[in-house]
């Protein structure tokens, strides 16, 4: 039960490269005078921000802060303004997008006739619009698409789904 209180700074304290690319790495970082990951971090905050480093306002260990200075390739310089600007039109088309999603959930949800029967009638206005544009394009495609329609009512009325039970069906079906 006696747990050995080992911290991150131990195990990096103890490491040696064994691998040719470990030995590799290691011999890169010895000879760019990183010895520690605060060098490596504080290196890389002043190629960011310019030699000096003193408009950086981020700490050394933040590292996500760091990565977000990087543009999307990772090679380009970007001021903390930009990073903010960014940054906030980030978090709003995540709230957009957040808000969006809520609106679909709730609108899905909704069980009532009234309302289906108004959403029913908004997708035959739309669709009533599309054909008059259509119409004014192509004069025989509509008139396609409106036979096409009447013979898919055709079907549903004679489907068994209504029985064929109305006098408009036993008229068809005696054709």
């Not at 959403?119 to 739309?126: A, G, N």
């Amino acid at each position: 039960k006696d747990k050995m209180n080992i911290d991150r700074e131990d195990l990096v304290g103890k490491f040696e490269a064994t691998t040719d690319f470990e030995k590799e790495v290691a011999d890169a970082l010895e000879k760019a005078g990183a010895e520690s990951e605060k060098d490596i971090a504080r290196w890389e905050r002043a190629e960011l921000m310019g030699e000096d480093g003193a408009d950086a306002d981020i700490n050394a260990d933040d590292d996500d802060a760091m990565a977000a200075l990087d543009d999307d390739l990772g090679g380009n310089r970007i001021s903390l303004e930009e990073y903010k600007k960014r940054h906030g039109e980030l978090a709003k088309m995540r709230a957009l997008m957040f808000y969006e999603e809520q609106k679909r959930h709730h609108i899905n949800k909704i069980k009532s006739k009234k309302y289906r029967k108004i959403r029913k009638k908004q997708r035959e206005r739309r669709s009533e619009a599309e054909k008059e544009a259509a119409a004014e394009e192509d004069p025989d495609l509509v008139r396609e698409l409106e036979e096409k329609e009447e013979m898919e009512r055709m079907k549903e009325r004679m489907s068994l789904r209504h029985k064929n039970t109305s006098k408009w069906a036993k008229q068809q079906l005696r054709r």
